[in-house]
C-alpha cells in the first residue's frame, strides 16, 4: 500500500505542479527525501505527505487528500474480497494470513521490516501452505508482474492478499 501512496503522491506533484506554483526545486527535493528516507515508519512516511501536501496547499493537498480517500475506499473493498478469499483456506494458511496481516497494519515499522518481516514468516511455513498461499494469490490476483515472485514483494504481496 505505501508503494501506491507514493504514487499517488508523485503523480499529484507532477500534476499539482502548475497549481503549486510550479513545484519550486525545494518542494521537489523535500517530496523526494521523504520517498528516500529508509529509516521512516509507515505511519512517519504518511504522515510526513500529508504535512508536505498541507503545506503546499490548494489543489495538490485536495487532490492527496482525495486520493487518500479513494486509496482507503479501495483498500476496505479489498479486504472484504481478501476476508471472503481467505475464508476458504486451510486453518494453517488462515493463521499465516492473519499474522500477515498484523505486520501489514503495523503502522510502527518501517516497509523494509515490514517486507522482511512477512518473508521470514512466508519462509517459515510449511511447503503445503506457502502453495495453498501462492494459489489463493494466484486465483484472486492473477499471475504475473502484480502477483509474481518480483511483482509487489513476492511473499509481502501475500499480506495483501490477507489483508488489503
Excluded at 82 to 106: C, G, P, R, V, Y
Excluded at 109 to 117: H, K, L
Amino acid at each position: 500500500m505505501f508503494k501506491s501512496i507514493f504514487a499517488i503522491a508523485f503523480v499529484v506533484a507532477v500534476s499539482a505542479g502548475p497549481m503549486m506554483g510550479g513545484t519550486c526545486d525545494a518542494q521537489k527535493q523535500q517530496l523526494q527525501a521523504i520517498f528516500k528516507d529508509d529509516s521512516l515508519t509507515k505511519q512517519q512516511m504518511k504522515d510526513n505527505l500529508k504535512t508536505f501536501f498541507d503545506g503546499v496547499g490548494g489543489d495538490a493537498a485536495t487532490k492527496f487528500n482525495e486520493m487518500q480517500t479513494k486509496m482507503e475506499s479501495m483498500k476496505t473493498e479489498m479486504e472484504s474480497k481478501m476476508s471472503e478469499a481467505t475464508s476458504k483456506l486451510s486453518d494453517a494458511a488462515k493463521q499465516i494470513t492473519t499474522q500477515m496481516k498484523a505486520i501489514h497494519d503495523n503502522m510502527s515499522i518501517t516497509p523494509a521490516q515490514e517486507r522482511e518481516q512477512i518473508k521470514a514468516l512466508f519462509d517459515g511455513a510449511p511447503e503445503a501452505v506457502k502453495t495453498e498461499l501462492k494459489s489463493a494469490k494466484d486465483q484472486f490476483m492473477g499471475p504475473g508482474p502484480m502477483g509474481g515472485p518480483h511483482g509487489h514483494g513476492g511473499p509481502h504481496h501475500h499480506a495483501t492478499t490477507a489483508s488489503a
